[in-house]
C-alpha cells in the first residue's frame, strides 16, 4: 500500500481476528508490501531523503552543489583553519595558502576610498601632492629665507645682496673688485711682461720683479724664478730646459731654500735631514744598523732576547725535530739561564725553534717572532 504524506498504512484485510485462522493471500499480501515499502526510498517526512542516490538525496533536501551549498575548496578549507581576531585581514601566501595580517582602521578607512582624491583626504595631502614639480607656473609661497637654504629674494639682484655677493659675481670682471687684487694672504697680484719671451707672471710682491715669479710662456713653458734670478723653466712636455744658467738646475744645484719639503701622503719623508726623516716614517735605531751591529746589547730588547737570536737552554735530553717549536722560560733557580721546563718559571716574551742539541743536557733554539 503506498504511503500517504509519507505516512505507512497496513493494507486492507491483514489484520487478525482472535481464534480464526490466518489466511495465506491477505498475509503474504501485506509481507509483500512491507517488503516494497522497506526497498522504496524513505521519503523526507519519514526521516528520508526520498531518493536513491547522493545527488538526488542533496536536491530533494535543498543541498544541491552550486545552487544550494558551495562545493568542497582548498582555499576555502586553508581558510576555515585560521584562527582570527579584531583587525586582522586573510591574504594568501600562495596556491591555497592563506596567512592573517592586522588591519588598523585606519587602513580601513584609506582603502574604502572611492577614488584617488577620496584617498589623499584621508591621507591629508593637500595639492602639491598632485603636482611632477614645482615651477614659476604653480608657485604662490613666500621667499624662501636664507636660513633654509634658500635666497630670501625673488630677483636675481637681491638674491645676491641677502647672499653677500659682491658685484663681481654676476659681472665676472676683475674691474668690479674695489681694489683690484684679492685680499691677504691670497694671490695678490698678476704680473705680465712682453719683454722676457710673451710671459705672464704670477708674483708674491706688489713691485711684479722681487720675489718669486711662477711664468707661462706663449709657447707653454713654465718657469719660476725669484728675486730676477730663474731657477728651472719646462717644456710643455714635462722636459727640463737646458742652461737655464750657473747655480741652477742644469749646473747640478739647486737652492735648498726654494725646495720645499714633501709630505708623507704625497711619497716624500716632511723632513730636510736623515735623521728627520727616520724619525717622521717612525724608524728606530735599527734602521741605520749595518748586519753585524745586529747584536743584542742586553739595553732595549723588550722581552729580553731579540728576534733572530740565539740561546741555549737547559735540558735533560735532545728537544727535537729540528724547526719545531718549543717553550722557552726563565729559570727560576738561576737567573743566568733559560730552560724548557714551566714548573714554577716564567715563560720568556716571542716564538722559538728548535735547532739543534749542543751537549747532552742542553739545546740551541732560536727566536723567530
Sequence with gaps: MPRSSGVYSEPAGTKGTPNTTIQSAPYNAFVDDLVADANAARPITAGGTGATNATAAREALGLK???????????????SGLVTANNQLIYTTGADTVALTTLSAYGRSLIDDADAAAARATLGLGNVSTLNGINDGNWSGADLSVANGGT?????????????????ASSGSASDLSTGFVANGRLKHL????????????????DGTSGGKLGLSTAGTLLYSYDNVERFRVNVDGTLVASIGAGNIDSGTIDSARLPTVPIAKGGTAATTASAARTNLGLGGLATMDLTDLFYTGSSIAGGVPVG??????????????????SVYYDGSNNDRYTYSASGNTPVTGTFVYRAALTSDSSLVQRRA
Excluded at 65 to 79: E, H, K, R, S, V
Excluded at 191 to 202: C, E, H, I, M, V
Excluded at 309 to 326: C, D, F, K, Q
Design 65 to 79: 552543489i552550486g545552487t544550494n551549498i558551495q562545493a568542497y575548496d582548498a582555499l576555502l578549507q586553508a581558510m
Design 152 to 168: 630670501g629674494a625673488s630677483t636675481a639682484a637681491a638674491a645676491r645682496t641677502n647672499l653677500g655677493l659682491a658685484a663681481i
Design 191 to 206: 704680473y705680465s711682461s712682453d719683454a722676457d719671451d710673451g710671459l705672464a707672471y704670477l708674483v708674491n710682491t706688489g
Design 309 to 326: 737570536a740565539y740561546i741555549g737552554l737547559l735540558a735533560s735530553s735532545a728537544r727535537g725535530p729540528r724547526n719545531s717549536t718549543v
